[in-house]
């Protein structure tokens, strides 16, 4: 089992910057990724930036590229998601979650932390 641990979410105003913070703990030897996702109600989850564990490669949604950073602290299994030049429509509940080794998709998921950006 993994556990994981979000927190750094809050109000922020338009244009504003906030860090998200997710630390993984358990049985993570087998970390293959680690990866932020973002929900809103009434919507589908949204792949927001994700990090491949060896090697470090890092991938972005769309919406987010170029104004959100996707970061780690290897030896503490945490990873990190700076977020700059927020808009409005990046208000959701943010998800941290674990892809293991053998595993077809994420495996294990974070409680979320809330992010609302107010215009």
């Known amino acids: 089992q993994v556990q994981l641990i979000e927190s750094g979410g809050g109000l922020v105003q338009a244009g504003g910057s906030l860090r998200l913070s997710c630390a993984a703990s358990?049985?993570?030897?087998?970390?293959?990724?680690m990866g932020w996702f973002r929900q809103v109600p009434g919507k589908e989850r949204e792949f927001v930036a994700s990090m491949r564990w060896s090697g470090g490669s890092t991938y972005y949604g769309d919406a987010v590229k170029d104004r959100f950073t996707i970061s780690r602290a290897k030896a503490s299994m945490t990873i990190y998601l700076q977020m700059n030049r927020l808009k409005p429509e990046d208000t959701a509940l943010y998800y941290c979650a674990v892809q293991m080794l053998g595993g077809a998709n994420y495996d294990y998921w974070g409680q979320g932390t809330q992010v609302t950006v107010s215009s």
């Open positions: 358990g049985r993570t030897a087998r970390t293959v990724a």
